[in-house]
């Protein structure tokens, strides 16, 4: 399997956990999400949002199913600029986005999520992402960038429902991470390619959750970091039942 990166919701979950343990610090952090360009996993957390639509698992529980409720339309550009999808439907919960950029650079969209592109990696990559309702004004999604930065957007209205966790016999809730948060077992893709489930417990003692709730500065999670800078940590995957193994899940290196 080729080396894969952290899903963006969950890699973003992990940022946002870490920035609200250290809030009170006088140092100014922005909330500005990194959707690329910050990948540490070389399995795959499978997100209940875009990343569940990109790797095909809608059916995965607390999964997003998401609707579309138009003709996507596409814009190619250079620069700030916008894809205007025309009067926004009552239905629609917000927009699907399917994001690639054709240059070294930063895009932000309407909601303040971003993505920083660092090489021709990073370009041959497409991001998907929901814009929530809320982030459309005036029928547009727009993309803000870096000065001379280049990029395509395909984007359509659409509904989106976040569907409910799996429960197993033992009462474990499994299913992708969502806005709710994660459940006991989170789903996964493993290095040998299998779909599966590991404990939340797991993944968050791997990726520095856990440390990040002592945290009381920068400094706290600066260390961190560095302490865990080349750490390999491999958790095990199990099918739903939470027993069953079936691979294993590697985070870091």
């Known amino acids: 399997m080729s ?40 399995g795959v957390v499978v997100g209940g949002t875009a990343a569940a639509a990109a790797t095909g698992l809608l059916a995965t529980p607390g999964a997003q199913v998401t ?40 895009f932000v969209f309407g909601d303040g999520a971003g993505v920083t592109c660092a090489g021709t990696d990073d370009f041959r990559r497409p991001t998907t992402y929901f814009l929530e309702r809320s982030a459309i004004h005036g029928g547009r999604v727009t993309v803000t960038t870096s000065d001379g930065a280049g990029w395509t957007l395909t984007a359509a209205y659409a509904s989106s429902e976040t569907t409910a966790w799996g429960v197993n016999e033992s009462g474990q809730s499994y299913g992708a991470i969502n806005d709710r948060g994660a459940p006991d077992l989170v789903a996964v893709t493993a290095t ?62």
């Open 67 to 106: 609707t579309p409720l138009q003709e996507s339309r596409t814009v190619t550009s250079t620069g700030s600029g916008f894809v205007q999808l025309g009067p926004l439907p009552k239905e629609a919960t917000g927009a699907t986005l399917s994001f690639r950029c054709l240059s070294v650079g930063t």
């Open 192 to 253: 040998n390619g299998r779909d599966g489930y590991v404990r939340r417990t797991d993944l968050e003692d791997a990726d520095g959750a856990t440390a990040a709730r002592s945290f009381t500065s920068p400094a706290d999670a600066l260390r961190w970091q560095e302490e865990n800078r080349g750490v390999v940590h491999r958790i095990p995957v199990f099918e739903a039942d939470g027993t069953t193994r079936v691979g294993e899940f590697t985070i870091g290196g």
């Open 3 to 42: 080396s894969a990166r952290m899903s963006d919701e969950y890699a973003d979950a992990f940022r946002d956990r870490m920035t609200d343990h250290i809030r009170s610090s006088p140092v100014s952090r922005s909330r500005r999400h990194v959707l690329i360009g910050a990948g540490v996993a070389l």
